[in-house]
């Protein structure tokens, strides 16, 4: 059953902690991608890699940090530095350069 | 700098009838185009791409339209069911691919019976 996991579906986390997002893919794809959702806005692109061991700042890198040592992985930290964390973080991968991006279930960050 | 603009927030339709939910861009690179259907507290679906060497796409009860002069799309859905209800995000890549994508904020469409 392929598909695109996201961890934990709900994170609840104190101003000033480091936390990690999980994002795992098992179809074999290159490319992943993280975003977040705000209210009233469309999705903004943190960071992608489209290789394992590379990736790149998306629109809004800022206080965000990722690796990607496994083609299946690619983890998003959330760091102290972010300065408005809560929000709906979506990862995505894809196949090939052609291939649509398919989306995870989302993880809603709330820093308390 | 919104490159991608969805000017309708929310639209209201009733079931058996069209809905026609619009995008506008303003960044002349971008060349190819998505729309995703996305449920609350969900990940986004893909529904339908078009690149800009066509002016139209269709894929069952969806067709998108692409007008490169006036930098628009359009995403037709005939009939609209309930199951339909849902916000529809526009997207755009300047690649000629699925990569690096520009969205919209997004329209909610509901469908009413």
């Known amino acids: 059953d392929g598909g695109i996991t996201q961890s934990p579906k709900y994170l609840f986390r104190k101003e000033g902690q480091n936390v990690t997002l999980s994002c795992e893919q098992n179809?074999?794809?290159?490319?992943m991608y993280w975003y977040r959702q705000d209210p009233g806005q469309g999705l903004r692109l943190i960071y992608y890699?489209?290789?394992?061991?590379?990736?790149q700042k998306g629109d809004i890198a800022e206080g965000y940090s990722v690796s990607r040592e496994k083609k299946e992985s690619f983890p998003l930290t959330v760091t102290s530095a972010q300065k408005n964390p809560t929000a709906f973080y979506l990862c995505?991968?894809?196949?090939?350069?052609?291939?649509?991006?398919?989306f995870g279930p989302g993880t809603r960050l709330t820093v308390l | 700098d919104q490159q991608v603009k969805q000017n309708s927030p929310s639209l209201s339709v009733q079931e058996g009838r069209i809905s026609i939910l619009n995008c506008d861009y303003t960044n002349s690179m971008f060349d190819y185009f998505l729309w995703y259907k996305k449920y609350p507290a969900e990940g986004p679906t893909f529904l339908i791409s078009i690149s800009s060497i066509k002016d139209k796409n269709e894929d069952g009860r969806f067709t998108v339209f692409l007008n490169k002069s006036a930098k628009h799309l359009s995403l037709h859905i005939v009939p609209s069911q309930p199951g339909d209800s849902a916000v529809y995000f526009c997207?755009?890549?300047?690649?000629?691919?699925?990569?690096?994508?520009?969205f919209g904020t997004g329209t909610r469409l509901q469908v009413t019976l």
């Open positions: 890699s489209q290789i394992v061991n590379d990736f």
């Open positions: 997207a755009a890549s300047p690649t000629g691919t699925a990569s690096k994508l520009t």
């Open positions: 179809l074999n794809h290159d490319a």
């Open positions: 995505a991968s894809q196949h090939g350069g052609t291939d649509t991006q398919y």
